[in-house]
């Protein structure tokens, strides 16, 4: 398998990335942002989803499409949410604020 292929995504995630209903919602997050990134600061270029979106949960709107669980980010910062360009610290934070190791959360 190619390294494009490979990291591709499916069909189904594209066209839901194509639809109306993404078009809305990505709009609402960034309008509630002010087109700030919401971790620091920044200027807000990406819409991410907090859970992030697979094909078995593409369909559900409280995952895809829920203001709750969309984030508006610089590139930078969601760069560093889904661990690219660097490696991966092995700690992290739980919901207490507490500093753990990431095997442990």
């Keep these: 398998m190619s390294n494009s292929k490979k990291h591709s995504k499916p069909s189904k995630i ?15 997050v960034i ?12 200027v807000g270029t990406e819409v991410h989803h907090k859970i992030h979106l697979n094909i ?6 409280s995952v895809s499409i829920n203001p709750e ?6 590139k930078d910062c969601h760069n560093k949410e889904h661990h690219r360009f660097g490696k991966r610290t092995p700690y992290a934070f739980d919901e207490e604020g507490n500093l ?6």
């Design 100 to 105: 753990v190791h990431s095997n442990d959360k």
């Design 69 to 74: 669980n969309l984030t508006l980010l610089c």
């Design 56 to 61: 078995q949960n593409v369909d559900d709107v």
């Design 31 to 42: 309008l509630r942002a002010k087109g700030r990134c919401e971790k620091c600061g920044g």
């Design 14 to 28: 594209q066209r839901f990335y194509k639809s109306d209903m993404w078009h809305m919602a990505r709009a609402q």
